[in-house]
């Protein structure tokens, strides 16, 4: 007689905010989890998704899904200042635990997660969530097998509206301003395709009288294999552009990747120039042109919300098969680290060592 098959995976939600409904599409038709219990503070909301998921239960306090036997993971997706007791106290119950970006709000929130998690034995995945976009993916590969020395990254955020609505506008919720919240994606993307930071150099304004903190962000980051890095990033452009662009120079190529939630330049998704070439990246089902012209010899998967289904799919792969994760807790805690400095750097005005 074969193997038994292994039962479901079963997952708890936790916070059902709209972050959830992209997480869940990667827990829905999956042969090998199941969506069993939803928790979230107002009753009402949770028994929707409850219906909305397909679970089985729903809890108005984190703590009774977490005494649930039927779950065996949970997708944490509440405020940032909320992670780090929620995760531990995951880890405590025996629970295998995706967290949302930032991992934490500070570093030692952090650690304590980890502590936590290897402890109990327990997966802790953080959602990264850019690392499973398809065309940085292949921007790390081009990096290291087509554009020679890698020289110059360069990366950006501009979006136009402010965060100052909800919880995102109180700093405490935050953790701190747009820069932590939103432009931690940039600094984790950064130390993907680059390698270690070793040194950082941030200058931080605010000139909207309605933003929460920090709404101008310029960053230069040195890294270990000798390459600089650069972030310009700022919440308060004209609506609703977001650009979030990463371009990398290399001693023979040149990588642009055109936004991630959306190419704020018409175009492709990814473009590589070598040898006095472009290569376009078409995005997969929805060719782009050029006026009458049809731009692009390549297709890629370049759809911002399918990164929360591959990033949710290699959290059940991770508990299913007993594999390390590709973005572990000490990635996160990186991430973290990197945000300090820059506050950090930004407040003495110098460089800091990272």
Request: aromatic content about 8%; overall charge negative; glycine content about 8%.
């Amino acid at each position: 007689m074969g193997e038994a098959p292994k039962k479901k995976i079963g997952i708890g939600m936790i916070g059902t905010g709209n972050i959830s409904d992209l997480h869940s599409v990667g827990y829905r038709n999956n042969d090998k989890a199941k969506i069993v219990a939803v928790a979230d503070i107002n009753a009402s909301v949770a028994e929707q998704k409850r219906a909305v998921f397909g679970a089985d239960r729903s809890y108005s306090d984190y703590s009774q899904l977490l005494k649930d036997e039927t779950v065996d993971a949970v997708d944490i997706c509440v405020p940032n200042f909320l992670h780090s007791t929620i995760a531990i106290a995951a880890a405590e119950a025996g629970k295998h635990v995706l967290v949302e970006k930032p991992m934490a709000i500070t570093v030692k929130e952090c650690e304590e997660m980890i502590s936590a998690a290897k402890r109990n034995r327990v997966k802790l995945i953080v959602g990264h969530n850019q690392i499973f976009y398809p065309p940085h993916q292949e921007t790390k590969r081009l990096i290291e097998a087509e554009i020679g020395r890698p020289i110059l990254l360069l990366t950006r955020l501009h979006n136009g509206f402010r965060q100052n609505k909800g919880w995102r506008a109180d700093p405490k919720a935050v953790g701190g301003g747009f820069f932590l919240e939103a432009c931690v994606h940039r600094l984790y993307l950064s130390r993907y395709l680059m390698g270690e930071p070793s040194k950082i150099f941030s200058r931080m304004t605010k000139i909207f009288p309605d933003t929460v903190a920090e709404d101008i962000v310029q960053v230069i980051v040195d890294f270990e294999n000798g390459v600089q890095g650069s972030l310009i990033a700022n919440e308060g452009g004209p609506f609703p552009l977001w650009d979030d662009r990463t371009e990398v120079i290399g001693s023979d190529g040149l990588i642009i990747v055109n936004g991630f939630e959306e190419q704020a330049i018409a175009g492709s998704p990814l473009m590589f120039y070598k040898n006095g070439k472009w290569t376009h990246y078409v995005k997969r089902g929805h060719p782009a042109t050029v006026g009458d012209s049809p731009l692009g010899n390549l297709e890629i998967e370049a759809d911002f919300p399918k990164t929360y289904a591959n990033l949710t799919r290699h959290f059940v792969d991770c508990v299913y098969e007993d594999k390390k994760p590709d973005v572990t807790g000490e990635d996160g805690k990186r991430a973290i680290e990197m945000v300090q400095a820059c506050y950090e750097s930004a407040k003495l005005e110098r460089p800091v060592s990272i």
